[in-house]
């Protein structure tokens, strides 16, 4: 029930590896990585340099399955349930840096009709994919396989134009009309995909056989029409449309090439009508001013291939050696690597030695000052971490230096200080379990059972454990003074979980 970027790429189950994370920030999830939808490449369509990208006429706006609203609040389910069951790298510096990246190109999209939020899964399999409600989720591989920004880019790109294309809701409808049943089964099997993978992958492949050749059809053409509608906000944007076919022939040579491709590359690969299209619209337009991969993204690749990919640790060894014979932002990032290298290993002293010189020259870089304070944090130094983070230029208004205070605040024993700035935080963002799950980590230092069972219960709330978070809310107000005004917050957030989960039935039931 999502559309990928490769329209063919068979979820893989991959467990996840290693302690538990609340740093910089890495959390241990259980994975499933969903989907369903987009089950194929596109076919071809005659080349025209069509520079528009508002909705096409296709015979329905979708509104007649689905509203805006309704879209939205699936998504929120949706996301939800996939907390729960996938790999979410709930990584501030990296989570920040996607949804920066993604904004930058809805900002040059037209028809957007939800708000965009940008997710990355701890997968090691090349994918992308978009739900309801404007998610766009990538894995982490791509940052393996993107060279440059543009290629990131191009992928996002694609992403959001399947959303503001409502194309989902489009597929819906089509398939509601001719197989009413379908889509409620799809719906329950993605479900039971993120409980049980092996289950509910099989349930959802019986349950679209009967019906397999329409979706096929329909999606061909949404893949056509992402990448049509995709090419153009990415130059609007900046980047070098180019970037779109150049990636795909690597999804293609990857697929041409492997001893074993995914299996749902054998039944629907990645056409070369598709590729040759998308070649031809990009090489109609006008190509922007050479534009380089920010610093950030450099950053980015390096962080996800040295903390996030155990198997691609020959790849982050290779980079670090390229890029330091390269520019000076290639250089500067692939010693930001060795020292994220030295720290993975433990080597606390090396990592230090490392990272101070280009700290020093950059005492503003919250990719450097997040390092540093795990770095010090791992060597009993919280305090000088606090002074650090104190000082920083920009630190009280830059969501990840918060965090990185927030927690060494926690570490060294000033359990106060961190909740005080946990609360504005929390807040400011109450979609990021990072926060609730400092604020439960605070509170239990001071003694506060009824303020950390309500920070849990809100981090349950996040991954679609509604009852359970319900429970500690219940708890919390039963442990609060009787007609406080703590008791009355906590039951007002027992009554909005509650209506959530009436709004929500409608979906589990399928």
Known sequence: MVFNWLGAERPRITALAGKTFLRGFRVKKTLTALLFGAMLGGIAAPVVADMQDQLPDMGTTAGGTLSINQEIAMGDFYLRQMRGGAPLIDDPLLVQYINQLGQRLVKSANSVRTPFHFFIIRNDELNAFAFFGGNVVIHSALFRYAENESELASVLAHEISHVTQRHLARAMESQQRSVPLTWVGALGSILLAMANPQVGMAALSGTLAGAQQGIISFTQSNEQEADRIGLQVLQRAGFDPQAMPNFMQKLADQSRYATKPPEMLLTHPLPESRLADARNRANQMMRPAPTQSSQDFLFAKMRALTMYSTAYKATADETIDNWLKGNVREQLAAQYGKAVRAYEEKKYDDAHAVLQP??????DSPWFLDLMTDIDLAQNKAAQAIARLQKAPGAQNNPVLQLNLANAYVTGGQAAAASRLLYRY????????????????????????????AARGEELALSGKLDQAIGLFSNAS?????????????????????QLQQRFRQFEKS
């Open 358 to 363: 280009v700290l020093d020259k950059t005492p």
């Open 478 to 498: 039963s442990q609060s003074k009787l007609g406080s005004l703590e008791q009355a917050r906590y039951d007002a957030r027992i009554d909005q979980l509650r």
């Open 426 to 453: 929390s807040y400011a963002n109450p979609g990021d379990p990072n926060g609730w799950s400092l604020l439960a980590q605070a509170s239990a230092a001071q003694g506060m059972r009824a303020e950390e069972l």
